[in-house]
Nanobody, 121 residues
């Protein structure tokens, strides 16, 4: 019900755009978020957006480099990643929830399968 895509291998300083397509019950969500998990590390918040009003939130580590946005059809959310660094290497997951956008992965009941982003130095 959440399909993430757009990951790949990129050199440091490069850009990638991730997409997350919602379907089924996730279409009724109020907010969507991107999280990432590097090998041996906990899943961490990257960015989130609320459908209504478009409020956006970012982790300090990506602020100014990443941009979360939504498609017009309220079924797709994007993560534009610029100035990528090797420490951005991780599996990126999109997630959806009702009510408010949240920075905690515990608050999101719906998850996509993840897409791998690898940034080489």
């Amino acid at each position: 019900q959440l399909q993430a895509s757009g990951g790949g291998l990129v050199q440091a300083g490069g850009s990638l755009r991730l997409s997350c397509a919602a379907s089924g019950r996730t279409l009724s969500s109020d907010a969507m978020g991107w999280f990432r998990q590097a090998p041996g590390k906990e899943r961490e918040f990257v960015a989130s957006i609320k459908w209504s009003g478009g409020s956006r939130y970012y982790a300090d580590s990506v602020k100014g480099r990443f941009t979360i946005s939504r498609g017009n059809a309220r079924s797709t959310v994007y993560l534009q990643m610029n100035s990528l660094k090797p420490e951005d290497t991780a599996v990126y997951y999109c997630a959806a929830r009702r009510l408010e956008a949240s920075r905690s992965h515990h608050d999101y009941p719906y998850w996509g399968q993840g897409t791998l982003v690898t940034v080489s130095s």
